[in-house]
Every structure is written in structure tokens, then in C-alpha cells.
């Protein structure tokens, strides 16, 4: 979400109207944040700030190879996270646009569970939205979710 608040509208999340929206007047038993630490200004800061709000920070290093290239992702952790909380929770939220997730989606619906998805529709996949439960189109109410 941040890339794609950066990219698309040039501004930031608001992460305490996120994690409200997406609770929905439920009980929240969980809230996760995946980042990726890339030695970047004030990104301790941004961490703890999630926190503060109420997200379980979880932290990966960027990995660097050799010829320079680098990759930080979250996908098996997710999927992983997800899968083995089915049998404590009634939904899962996600907020993401990856398509990658569509196969976690049909898989936690299996389960039994309402998945409902969160993110900007002009950054999400189509095959995310059409396996989803709900899908929250964070552009169509964008100042709720957006902050200077």
C-alpha cells in the first residue's frame, strides 16, 4: 500500500484509518504489518509508528545479490501467517492488490473463512478482486485512506 499511495497519488497511508475500516466494528484479533528493512531514513520511525497503532511489525532484510540487483517480499510469510491462523478467525483481511494472493484467497475460503480485500483498484488484480469476498476499493474513498 505504500507504493502504490506514493505511485498513484503521490501521498502516504493513513494506516490508523486503514486498520479502523478494515476492523469494521469486529473484534480485531490480529494486525500485521509486513515490511522490509532497506536502511532507509526515518524507517524506524515508520515502523514503530505502526506499531503505536496497533500492527504486529514484522521485519525481513532487503536481500542483495550479486550484479546488484535486490528483493524484499513477503509472499510465502503472508500465505504462511494466514494459513495458520484459519482456525482462530471467522475473516482475514487482506490489503493488497497482488494477484499472487488469489490462490490464498480460494484456499482460505475453503477453509471457511470471509476473505475481504483491501487496496487501490487501479493497482489491484483483477483475478484478486473476482476471488475475494468483498472487495474494498480503497480509490473510491480516497482522502479516507490518504494523508498529506
Known amino acids: 500500500m505504500y507504493y502504490s ?4 497519488y503521490d501521498s502516504k497511508v493513513d494506516y490508523s484509518s486503514l486498520i479502523e475500516v478494515a476492523e469494521d466494528n469486529r473484534e480485531l484479533i490480529r494486525a500485521i504489518a509486513y515490511v522490509i528493512k532497506a536502511e532507509t531514513r ?3 520511525n515508520f515502523f514503530e509508528a505502526l ?3 496497533g500492527f504486529q511489525v514484522k521485519k525481513k532484510d532487503l536481500k542483495e545479490f550479486y550484479g546488484g540487483s535486490k528483493k524484499g517480499d513477503w509472499d ?3 500465505a504462511i501467517d494466514a494459513i495458520e ?3 482462530r478467525i471467522d475473516v482475514a483481511v487482506l ?3 497482488d494477484g499472487d494472493f488469489s490462490s ?6 475453503s477453509e471457511g473463512l470471509q476473505v ?3 487496496s487501490f483498484g487501479k493497482s489491484t488484480a483483477g483475478e484478486l478482486v473476482e476471488a475475494a469476498d468483498v472487495f474494498l476499493n480503497m480509490d473510491k474513498k480516497k482522502d479516507l485512506y490518504l494523508m498529506d
Open 5 to 8: 499511495a506514493k505511485n498513484i
Open 42 to 44: 526515518d524507517e524506524e
Open 51 to 53: 506499531s503505536e497503532i
Open 76 to 78: 510465502m510469510g503472508i
Open 85 to 87: 491462523m484459519t482456525d
Open 95 to 97: 490489503v493488497t492488490g
Open 104 to 109: 490464498l484467497v480460494r484456499h482460505l475460503k
Open 116 to 118: 475481504e480485500v483491501m
